[in-house]
């Protein structure tokens, strides 16, 4: 991202800052292997870097750290001493590094070591309890890796809460990021989160990737969009195969790609314009209803789509004009970009750059919306459907 130097979130060991990672609550299934097969903890171990020696070892060093008085086994009053040396953030119930929540901690995790409830957690119970969890470590953090590089990226993160139903603001993201680092080596200290992360995740490399995508179909298209700008404006009936070959014997091949140069040019602006307002007015119109930005629901979408083109529209269409009006140009020799808007503005004042544009929108809108909507519904499909896939994996 511009103007940050984004560190990412890479894979630790469970005990990598400390036996407290290993003490959170009870595996759940989910998750998706590496190559889409099912996650081993042969893939935990290599993602890890270490030998199977070096796991043995950092896993009864763990061990080691709750058992201080070395019994061989750890108990209800072990666990709590445990977590209150280790200054646990985070409990269950109660505030944080309160008595009431080490003890329910220590409870809530006897219960998930302690197989056959004796009160008691031997190394090798402490050992399965180890492998569950970071097995399922492996596959949250597979899942939130849509990029599979290796390494969690803020707004992967933040994409991530948020479709498990958590808002998360930039501050509290930083925060979560920077305590991170503090607890791992590798990371750095100097994580930064840019500004406005929740409402512009990734805004760079979807304008670039939306310019280059609308650069390639407006061209592809050109041919098309000439031909029907030119039977729009003759007033005469006339065939497509009249209309192909007219434009063929007034500038050859390249006559079908007149105007092409200014529909490359707006699309950027027209992008970005278009789906920032839209992001906006979803912001704006579930702030009025007092819920959640992705609940939007399809009348939202439909509103929020229809204005944002409209709003596009209105801001890119002199472009569009001086386009078109390129495109039908009938006076011998074509003039320049320059030379037909200032001929325009002379001859027509400024005015003239709008000339259309009502009907235009009258298009635009109704366009827009279904554009967005289906759009973002069928995004939210394909989320919903691929974490479901990866998790059952």
């Given at each position: 991202m511009s103007g940050a130097a984004v560190q990412a979130v890479e894979p630790r060991p469970a005990a990598a800052a400390g036996p407290a990672a290993a003490a959170s609550q009870p595996a759940a299934g989910g998750g998706g292997g590496a190559a889409g097969q099912a996650a081993t903890m042969e893939h935990v171990r290599l993602a890890l870097r270490e030998t199977e020696a070096e796991r043995e070892a950092r896993i009864r060093a763990v061990f080691a750290s709750f058992d201080a008085a070395g019994r061989g086994h750890?108990?209800?009053?072990?666990?709590?001493?445990?977590?209150?040396?280790?200054?646990?953030?985070?409990?269950?119930?109660?505030?944080?590094?309160?008595?009431?929540?080490?003890?329910?901690?220590?409870?809530?995790?006897?219960?998930?070591?302690?197989?056959?409830?004796?009160?008691?957690?031997?190394?090798d119970d402490f050992r399965r309890y180890m492998d569950d969890k970071e097995l399922e470590l492996y596959r949250i953090f597979q899942a939130i890796d849509v990029e599979h590089n290796g390494c969690i990226l803020p707004e992967e993160l933040w994409h991530a809460l948020v479709k498990a139903g958590i808002e998360i603001g930039d501050e509290e993201l930083a925060r979560f990021v920077e305590h991170v680092d503090k607890d791992n080596d590798d990371i750095g200290e100097q994580a930064a989160i840019p500004e406005g992360i929740s409402k512009h995740v990734s805004a760079s490399k979807y304008l670039t990737a939306g310019g280059i995508a609308g650069a390639a179909s407006r061209t592809a298209t050109a041919p098309l969009d000439r031909l029907k700008v030119n039977m729009q404006v003759q007033t005469n009936r006339t065939t497509v195969a009249h209309a192909v070959k007219g434009i063929w014997r007034e500038g050859g091949l390249l006559g079908f790609f007149r105007g092409n140069g200014l529909n490359v040019v707006k699309v950027a602006p027209e992008s970005a314009i278009r789906f920032y307002t839209y992001e906006m007015l979803k912001e704006y119109i579930m702030k009025s209803k007092g819920e959640n930005k992705s609940d939007i629901g399809t009348s939202g979408r439909l509103i929020a789509g229809g204005l944002a083109g409209a709003v596009a529209q209105t801001a890119i269409y002199p472009i569009d004009l001086v386009k078109t009006r390129l495109q039908t140009y009938e006076g011998g020799r074509i003039p320049s970009l320059g030379a037909l808007s200032r001929d325009i503005w002379i001859r027509e004042g400024p005015r003239a750059f709008y000339r259309g544009l009502v009907p235009s929108l009258l298009g635009m809108v109704p366009y827009a919306g279904i554009d967005l909507t289906v759009y973002e519904t069928l995004k939210e499909m394909s989320k919903t459907y691929v974490l479901k896939d990866s998790g059952s994996s």
């Open positions: 750890l108990d209800h009053a072990q666990i709590v001493a445990g977590l209150a040396a280790l200054r646990v953030p985070a409990v269950p119930e109660g505030d944080a590094g309160s008595g009431a929540g080490l003890e329910d901690y220590a409870r809530a995790l006897l219960r998930a070591c302690d197989r056959d409830r004796d009160g008691r957690v031997g190394y």
